[in-house]
């Protein structure tokens, strides 16, 4: 069974603050993603990678960054957090060889005051 | 959500009893995944399509990429089915990222 472990799982931050959420899976997959959720919209893609250093821009990468130093870590990093930026985030992995099923993290909610 | 539309948004079912979901893409899907998000709010992965069937249990999932949709038919539900269902699409020529409907919302009742 694919694992995927975020930390932390709740997190309360201030506004203009650094934020980063992390992601840990241990399934040697080669592409990870970060997503938030919030309702009305849906999940949406705000970064992923193909491997370790490698990241790419998803559908709304506006305010984030990521870093993929390893095949096992990706991070999701707030420079400057922001109210809008109170979320659910997930992360996940998948592996194209395998069919690219993808496999979530508990989730991450984050809130910015 | 415009371009994977999951309908109902909400659906109550008694317990036994069968029902359908649905996914309408106005993009040329490739693949279709279908997730559970529990009341805990896990994402669990329940299927992963290229065009035909897959059966899974009391679950059976189609994807026709020809008429643009999927259907996930749940039978003889029960109350851990209960949760929000949602199907994302790998668009055509755009491999590697998933498009997501906004879900359907189903509650199992005694």
């Known amino acids: 069974e694919a694992a995927v472990t975020q930390s932390p799982r709740n997190k309360v931050a201030v506004t203009g603050g650094k934020v980063t959420l992390s992601c840990n899976q241990t399934n040697n997959h080669n592409n990870m993603y970060w997503y938030r959720q919030d309702t009305g919209h849906g999940l949406r893609l705000i970064h992923y990678s193909y491997g370790a250093g490698s990241t790419e821009k998803g559908d709304i990468p506006d305010g984030y960054k990521a870093s993929r130093p390893s095949q096992e870590n990706f991070s999701l990093i707030l420079e400057l957090a922001t109210p809008s930026q109170t979320s659910v985030y997930f992360c996940?992995?998948?592996?194209?060889?395998?069919?690219?099923?993808?496999?979530f993290g508990s989730g991450t909610r984050l809130t910015v005051l | 959500g415009d371009k994977v539309k999951q309908s109902p948004s909400a659906l109550s079912l008694q317990e036994g009893t069968n029902s359908a979901l649905r996914c309408n893409f106005s993009?040329?899907?490739?693949?279709v995944q279908w997730f559970l998000q529990n009341p805990r709010g896990s994402l669990i992965n329940l299927f992963y399509?290229?065009?035909g069937t897959k059966e899974n249990g009391r679950l059976k999932s189609t994807f026709n990429s020809k008429e643009s949709y999927s259907t996930l038919h749940i039978r003889d539900a029960q109350l851990e089915d209960s949760g929000t269902y949602f199907c994302a699409a790998e668009a055509a020529g755009n491999t590697r990222k998933l498009i997501f409907g906004l879900g359907t919302t189903l509650q199992v009742q005694p």
């Open positions: 399509l290229v065009p």
């Open positions: 993009i040329a899907a490739t693949t």
């Open positions: 996940a992995s998948g592996d194209r060889g395998s069919a690219e099923t993808l496999y």
